[in-house]
C-alpha cells in the first residue's frame, strides 16, 4: 500500500503524511474513563466522538462509551450552550454517571464555548442538582495531539477536585501516564508488593478490561474514585510516570495542595524501572520484597543469555513521546542501535533525550517529535534498520520495505490482541518486551534466511 513512496527527502513545515498521533479529546476520554463512574463527554459533532470511541474500542476491544453534544449546523453558528444544557439533563436521567467529564473538539473550540459559564448556569436554574458532578476540559484537536488531551484531562481533574484538608496522610499518588489498563493492574501489583499505600489516578484497568460476565455494566467497578481523586491532596508525594502525560497535573497538585511531585520516566526496561521501584521504596520507607529482586533478576538473566541476538541491531521506533524515550533507553540496555526514534506529538525536549540516551551507541540517532510516518519510512529506505517498533499503522512501512520484522508497541493497536493482557511495564513488562522483539527477528531470519538460519535450537 505505501510501495510508492519515495526514498527522496524534503523538509515539510505545513504538512503531514501518515501523521503519528491523533486527536486530543481520544486522550481526554481515555483519561476521564480512569474515574470510577465517569461519562466521558465530548462537546462537539457527533462524528468527532464516533471516531474517537471507535479508535478506543479497536485498541481495546471493550465498549468505549462517551456522549456527545451532537452538533449540527445551528449548534455550529449560535453555540453549544443549548445543546450541552440538553445533554447534561438527559445523561443524567438516562445514565445517571457520578460524574460528567466535558471535553471540547475542534469546533466548539473555535465557536469559543464556554463550559463553566454554561454549568454554572444550569446550576443557578436549578438544571443540576449539586451532587451531579460535571467537570470540563479543553481539548483543541488543531494543537498538540491525543497526548496533550490526556495530560489536560489528568491537569483539569486536580484543578476540579484534589484539595488539601490540613491533615495529610501517609499516601503516595502515582500518575501512570497513558498506559494500557494492563499496564495500570502491573503498576499496582508492584506497588502492592512493596506495601505502600497508594492512589492512582487515572485507573482504567477494571474498566477497560472486563472478564466476560455475561453482563454489561456501564459503570465497572474499576477507575479512580472521587474521593480518591479528593484525597489525592493530601498524599505526601506524587510519583508522575511521563513527562509529557503526568508533569502538568503533578505539578498543579504540588501548586495547589504542597503534594511534592517526583516526576520521572516511564518504567519501561530496566534501569527506568529500577527507578521507579526505587521511589515507591524510598516513598514508603520500605524494603524491595524479594518477589521483585527476583523479577528483576530473571531480567537481567534474560538479558544476559540472549544479549547475542540484539547486540548492534539497528532499530526504528515511532510512538508517542514518553513511551519512545522510556523505550529507547531500554533498547540501548539490551545493545541495540535506535537509529530513528520519532514521535508526531509535540514534546520540548524529545530530541535532546533521544540523543543524551544514544549519545554512545549512536551518536548519529535521527530523533524528531512532531514527525510523521512517512519521514520515517523515506529515512528507512535511505537507512536500513533491522526491527521497527510502534504501532498498528507501521505496519505498512515494514509490508511495503520488504516484510521488516515488526513489534506492535504503543496506541492504536487494532490488529493485534495481547496488548489487552500482557503488561510491557516493569521487569515482567520488560520481559515481554524482549520476548516480542527477538521472536519479530527471529521468524523473520528463520523465513527468509539460508537453511543454517532455521536451527533447532536458537
Ligand atoms: S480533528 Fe477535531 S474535528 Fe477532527 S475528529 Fe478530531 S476533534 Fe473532531
Known sequence: ?????????????????????????????????????????????????????????????????????????????????????????????????????????CLSEVIGDDIPMIVERMRNEGKLKPEQLVMHTNTPSFKGSHITGFANQCESTVKYFSKSSGTPRNYVNIFPG??????????????????????????????????????????????????????????????ALGTTCSTSAATLLEKKCNVASNVMEMPYGLSNTDNFINALRTAGNVTVPKSIEYERGRLIDMMSEMGQYFHDKKVALVGDPDQCIALAQFLVELDMIPSIVITGSPCRDFEAKIKAICAEKNPNVEARANSDQHFMHQWIKNNPVDVLIGNTY??????????????????????RMGHRVFPTVGYMGAMRLMEKISDAMMDYSERNGPDEYCELIQ
Open 1 to 105: 500500500m505505501l510501495n510508492g513512496t519515495t526514498a527522496q527527502i524534503r523538509e515539510r513545515e505545513a504538512l503531514r503524511i501518515n501523521p503519528a498521533k491523533t486527536c486530543q479529546p481520544i486522550g481526554a476520554m481515555y483519561a476521564a474513563l480512569g474515574i470510577h463512574g465517569c461519562m466521558p463527554h465530548s462537546h462537539g459533532s457527533q462524528g468527532c466522538c464516533a471516531y474517537h470511541r471507535s479508535q478506543l474500542t479497536r485498541h481495546l476491544k471493550e465498549p468505549v462509551v462517551a456522549t456527545t453534544s451532537s452538533f449540527t449546523e445551528g449548534a455550529s453558528v449560535f453555540g453549544g450552550l443549548a445543546n450541552l444544557t440538553t445533554a447534561l439533563e438527559n445523561i443524567f436521567t438516562i445514565y445517571k454517571p457520578e460524574i460528567v467529564a466535558v471535553h471540547t473538539t
Open 178 to 239: 497513558w498506559v494500557d489498563p494492563a499496564d495500570m493492574r502491573e503498576i499496582k501489583r508492584l506497588a502492592k508488593e512493596l506495601g505502600i499505600n497508594f492512589i492512582l489516578f487515572p485507573d482504567t484497568s477494571d474498566v477497560l478490561d472486563l472478564p466476560q460476565t455475561g453482563h454489561y455494566q456501564m459503570y465497572p467497578d474499576g477507575g479512580t474514585t472521587i474521593e480518591e481523586l479528593r484525597a489525592m491532596g493530601d498524599s505526601f508525594q506524587t510519583i
Open 394 to 415: 507501521a505496519k505498512l512501512v515494514a509490508r511495503a520495505e520488504g516484510d521488516i520484522p515488526f513489534v506492535r508497541f504503543g496506541f492504536p493497536i487494532m490488529d
